[in-house]
């Protein structure tokens, strides 16, 4: 199974990113993905926040344990965090510029026999070379809409 991602960089202009990627991925293999498709180069600290429809911050996924109750993305498949279109989570890499990004499933194909594990069908605008100062405004999110740039 496949599952379809608009992910959005939190910055002033738009630039996001379009991804199929494999349903099997760890959340830590996803976690690279995202940073490489935007020019990062995967050796920050990254977590993943479960997200509401509000884009609220709720559970947090680490990237490595600091006690025994903290839940780590390093085995989990994204198929058990992305399980119905609309499902969210919020992705920060780089906690000293705190680079945010609004990640949701917007489609789930059931296509299986695929050796691809990961595809960008779809990228708009350039990362900033500063990370923006200011936390992110989820009322902009919310804004955005979903067919807006989507040539699938």
């Known amino acids: 199974m496949r599952l379809k991602f608009r992910i959005i960089l939190n910055v002033k202009d738009d630039v996001l990113r379009d991804i199929i990627v494999d349903s099997t991925t760890s959340l830590l293999e996803f976690s690279k993905i995202i940073s490489d498709q935007f020019g990062f180069d995967s050796t920050e600290i990254s977590t993943f926040h479960i997200s509401n429809e ?39 890499y780089d906690f000293l510029n705190y680079w945010t990004f609004f990640v949701e499933l917007y489609e789930i194909d059931e296509l299986t026999n695929s050796d691809i594990k990961f595809e960008c069908i779809n990228s708009v605008g350039d990362v900033p ?24």
């Open 54 to 92: 509000n884009w609220e911050q709720l559970e947090e996924i680490k990237i490595f344990k600091i006690d025994d109750h903290d839940e780590i993305m390093d085995k989990d498949p994204i198929s058990n965090y992305f399980v119905l279109n609309g499902d969210k989570m919020i992705f920060i």
């Open 129 to 152: 070379k500063e990370a923006p100062s200011e936390i992110y405004n989820t009322e902009e999110v919310d804004d955005f809409d979903q067919d807006e740039n989507l040539d699938l």
